[in-house]
Nanobody
Framework: QVQLVESGGGLVQAGGSLRLSCAAS????????MGWFRQAPGKEREYVAG????????YYADSVKGRFTISRVNAKNTLYLQMNSLKPEDTAVYYC???????????????????WGPGTQVTVSS
């Protein structure tokens, strides 16, 4: 059974930073792509960033490009999302996710992600 557990969320002022972590267990983490998503109240879950199996290729939504950085440490089975210059519109529950099948390259399509963590709340005050 694959398990993904996010941590690192919290309350931060606009302009501040947070680093989210996602610990993975129960599957060969180092062989597949990962992604971060977020869902604000009343809105659909949206793609934030994705990374390939090696960490060498990444992709970002336009709304976070230049402010957020996705990374991974395969030896620790951990995915990260460094969030800088946070804005109130970044407020959401953040989820890490893995593709349902063993895809190694960056996955940009939400429907291909089938494994999700419970999420961690990020609140940015103005």
């Amino acid at each position: 059974q694959v398990q993904l557990v996010e941590s690192g969320g919290g309350l931060v002022q606009a302009g501040g930073s947070l680093r989210l972590s996602c610990a993975a267990s129960g599957r060969t983490f180092s062989t597949y792509a990962m992604g971060w998503f977020r869902q604000a109240p009343g809105k659909e879950r949206e793609y934030v960033a994705g990374i390939d199996w090696s960490g060498g290729s990444t992709y970002y939504a336009d709304s976070v490009k230049g402010r957020f950085t996705i990374s991974r440490v395969n030896a620790k089975n951990t995915l990260y999302l460094q969030m800088n210059s946070l804005k109130p519109e970044d407020t959401a529950v953040y989820y890490c996710a893995a593709p349902s099948t063993g895809i190694g390259s960056v996955v940009r399509v939400k429907s291909l992600y089938g494994l999700w963590g419970p999420g961690t709340q990020v609140t940015v005050s103005s």
